[in-house]
């Protein structure tokens, strides 16, 4: 059975569709069908677009309500519970500290900056009533960069499994989902990337099912008095999550691993060691002295 590979590009990141199938034709409009839904999400729900949902329910922080659909709700609603089961560390409202840091200038907010940002950082001012949300204070942001596109990794790997795929993997920059496994029964290989070398994998993961995420300090940082300082930021201080270099997390959706990783990574290393074998999920860890924890069954030898 013939494997067909698509690149495509979407927020912001190089991605992929990997689809076995002995139809080309067939093939093509699975994937065209999971590109199309990954698009939808995007527009639906980037910050970056004046009319997505998420600009409609910001410009209107600290006024009205604003109507919104089923789809919508559900993802607040399991941010909501995120919020709670983190204590507060994932906050999809503390995406406006992204105002004081600036990853392309080697610099770290002061104090007087961070502050008055803090203040917008708060979920419980998000109002729910029915189908309509309100922020409850001027100023606020909904962010849902925190699990935007994990969920598009899902819906994805949904739409080629709905259209009749049986065999396919969609990697969104790295996050990614399988339908099924590959057609002699085997395992997809997933490679893990190495937090501080380029181009080198970590360890290579066995995936049949599920999804794959990873959290890390390594794409968007910068490096301040020898300090690196990454893009996750804490909602309690403003500052970056420290202790991890990566946390990769294998869930039954793109949704949980994301999140899961999100966590461990705020939580820092003794606290987010914790939380993962908690959680009871595969993960591999490099902490931030570069010792690695490797929790996956089967997996290959770390690098």
Request: proline share 5%.
């Amino acid at each position: 059975m013939a494997l067909h590979r698509y690149r495509f590009r979407a927020m912001a990141a190089e991605n992929e569709v990997h689809v076995h199938e002995p139809s080309a034709d067939r093939a093509a409009a699975w994937a065209s069908r999971a590109m199309a839904e990954v698009a939808r999400i995007e527009a639906k729900y980037s910050r970056y677009r004046p009319d997505s949902v998420v600009s409609r329910i910001n410009a209107a922080a600290g006024g009205a309500f604003v109507e919104v659909d089923a789809e919508t709700l559900e993802l607040l609603r399991y941010a909501g519970a995120c919020h709670a089961q983190s204590g507060g560390l994932f906050d999809a409202t503390s995406g406006v500290l992204r105002r004081a840091w600036h990853f392309d200038s080697p610099r770290v907010p002061a104090r007087e900056e961070l502050e008055p940002l803090l203040a917008l950082v708060d979920w419980h001012a998000v109002e729910i009533e029915g189908s309509r949300v309100r922020l409850g204070k001027p100023g606020m942001e909904l962010d849902f960069g925190g699990f935007g596109k994990e969920y598009a990794v899902d819906r994805a790997a949904r739409v080629l499994a709905e259209s009749g795929a049986r065999s396919a993997l969609v990697n969104l920059a790295g996050d990614l989902a399988v339908v099924g496994a590959q057609p002699d029964g085997s395992p997809w290989r997933v490679g893990v990337r190495h937090p501080r070398k380029a181009g080198m994998a970590l360890a290579s993961i066995p995936v049949s099912s599920g999804a794959v995420a990873t959290s890390g300090d390594y794409e968007r940082f910068v490096e301040v008095d020898g300090v690196r300082h990454c893009h996750i930021l804490d909602p309690r201080t403003g500052l970056s999550a420290r202790g991890f270099q990566s946390v990769t997390v294998h869930a039954p959706s793109c949704l949980v691993a994301g999140s899961a990783t999100t966590v461990a990574m705020l939580k820092g290393r003794e606290e987010g060691l914790e939380w993962l074998g908690a959680l009871g999920l595969p993960y591999l860890a490099v902490l931030g002295d570069g010792a690695i924890v490797n929790r996956f069954e089967g997996t290959g030898n770390p690098a």
